[in-house]
């Protein structure tokens, strides 16, 4: 357990131990948090790799989560700002619409799978398609990613400051892909593509979302979809 | 003496029939493979092949007009907080607004609300329309996720999550540029005017083990309140139907090959999955032999078209069915009025099935602002109730002349085979015999 975190916003927390408590309280509150309500802090101890933790956020609350979560913590998180002090499951903030999610250790596969908003920030590795048909979302991830990643990624930005596996956004949209590392291999359709100016005023600002100040947006290579997949065309067929 | 040979008429190949040469010649010319929409259309064993036995001295029937005979169906009663109750067991499948017109989503809810059952989103998300005008709503939760969002879970009546369909088990979807309207684009965050891609897998969980960690997560984040069905292509009806009760599933939904598709590539509906009488006793066994008949809900689908097809399939073991292409011509879609547009389209009424161009001359299979106005939804809408009343009437007059109260109480035993085909698919008596093929006995 972190212990860092100060006392005096511990006890403003409401503080949910899923060694002793059922995960349906943790998310029943969660749910019934009326809008404009003061007690929106909540921890979360002994997670122990629970499954679906903190998913359905629909208010401005804050979820400090303390260790380990197994699949889809924060899943769907329309504003919320969870913090997992330990490493996330597969699908971390899978469909998340707004708000801020904060992985402190590293994630499985599926990493902000379907995302339409919001910030998700890996500050470990990603596992195996991270973004997957991202559509909106940002995903900053500070070590590398894994293969097929941001496949069918429709929008939003993938930011990697390590290194990305093969098959980098496959099928890709319009999607926004950038890696500072090196890249295994590009999924079908997908490019490298010149990073102009307004890329790196993108960069730099999630780049500061995400705390990250060591790092230059001019470091990074931008990769984008070459639309040559965008209508069905025989003579591409081998590259599906 | 001269031999005269005498005249043989020209034979064409059963082979090469006239169809499959068109075909190889449309191959050739456009070096595309054919997308179409609707179900397979070659002849497959069907609920046709299946006839009542109907009251005799054994037992005696209900009288008709005066004697109950229920037609409610309860759905999602094994986990949900707010199962759903519908006066009739017929309910309307997933079909999307982008593969359908805004009016024709309203009027599939208008006629499904009129007639006491539900209504079903598809893939491109729920729409304020479908949603106003469904008293029921199941919100489909599918691979692609366009359109997928918290607020739209929550305003559903049930959830359901999309594995295959019976026209392309295994397969994906395919929206073509020419349908991807402004709204269309906006809903699925997509640029407009291009293929739009729908993927076979869902991108966040692979397998049975994966589901059920998925369904739960759904559960949690709707308050365990919604059901949630599973609906799955007719490919292996007995293991799908037996995984999805075990990953948690409230309702199995089975779609037989019958079953329409807004746009599948020709090749995958006619020789991918199984026709739906093939696929309802084996899932049927699947949830008996888990001791889960009746209490986790089985929808079939695929082919459903009238009032003794819904008996047959209750009969075999089924909760409800659920109807897509049947509903569709109910409000309007090969109606023989527009024969001459059809005509020009290279078609003909009855026969047209390239619903993903988005020229429907029905208004129906179109985001063409002009061809939509063709179709009234309040008016369609009537159509449909009107159909799904007649549908419902003549299930209970079979359930009574076979003497029951309920047609959930109608029962393989009811039945008889014209077909072996039929008699060991439906694993009902051949008529006239006791014989059931694989079963023994004669």
Redesign the interface.
Known sequence: MDLSVKRESLEAMRVFDLATMPLRELNRALHNIAPGANDTNFEVVNPRGSHSVAVGIDQPVTVEVRGSVGYYCAGMNDGGAVTVHGSAGPGVAENMMSGTVVIEGDASQYAGATGRGGLLVIKGNAASRCGISMKGIDIVVHGNIGHMSAFMGQSGHLVVLGDAGDALGDSLYEAKLFVRGEVKSLGADCIEKELRSEHIEKLAELLAKAGITDVKPTEFKRYGSARKLYNFNIDNADAY | MSYHNPYTPPRKSATFDDYTLAEIRRAAAT??YDIRGAGTKRKVPHFDDLLFLGASISRYPLEGYREKCDTTVVLGSRFAKKPITLKTPITIAGMSFGALSGNAKEALGRGATIAGTSTTTGDGGMTDEERGHSQTLVYQYLP??YG????D?RRADAIEVVVGQGAKPGGGG?L??QKISDRVANM????KG??Q?S?CRH???TGPD?LE??I??LR?????EKPIYVKVGGARPYYDTALAVKAGADVVVLDGMQGGTAATQDVFIENVGMPTLACIRPAVQALQDLGMHRKVQLIISGGIRSGADVAKALALGADAVAIGTAALVAIGDNDPHWESEYQKLGTTAGAYDDWHEGKDPAGITTQDPELMKRLDPVAAGRRLANYLKVMTLEAQTIARACGKNHLHNLEPEDLVALTLEASAMAQVPLAGTSWIPGKGGF
Do not use: V
């Open positions: 070096g595309i692609s996720r997928m969002n918290p607020k879970l395919m073509l540029g699925r965050n997509l640029p291009i293929d891609r993927a991108p966040d969980w994966d960690i998925k739960m997560e949690e984040i709707t308050d365990w």
